[in-house]
């Protein structure tokens, strides 16, 4: 397994809180914000948690959101 929990805490934090608990995630209104946060400093290493809750998240941007990845189109 690649280490996410480490990178989550550090080089990729920026890029996880801000899918986990930037505006997107805000207005869908199916998050604990407050838990999200605790969840990335507390994940275990090798948790599957944060792994999960960004995979969902990735999942309700590319299918879901209006201007998500699906919306503009293949890469």
Do not use: H, S
Not at 15 to 35: K, P, Q, S
Not at 59 to 74: C, I, K, S, V, Y
Request: proline share 7%; with cysteine.
């Amino acid at each position: 397994p690649v280490p996410f929990v480490k990178w989550a805490k550090g080089p990729l934090r920026g890029f996880v809180m801000e899918m986990l608990t930037g505006r997107a995630a805000r207005e869908r209104g199916i998050y604990n914000l407050d838990g999200m946060e605790k969840l990335v400093d507390g994940e275990r290493p090798f948790g599957r948690a944060l792994w999960g809750a960004l995979c969902i998240e990735c999942w309700f941007e590319t299918f879901l959101d209006e201007n998500g990845r699906n919306a503009r189109g293949p890469r």
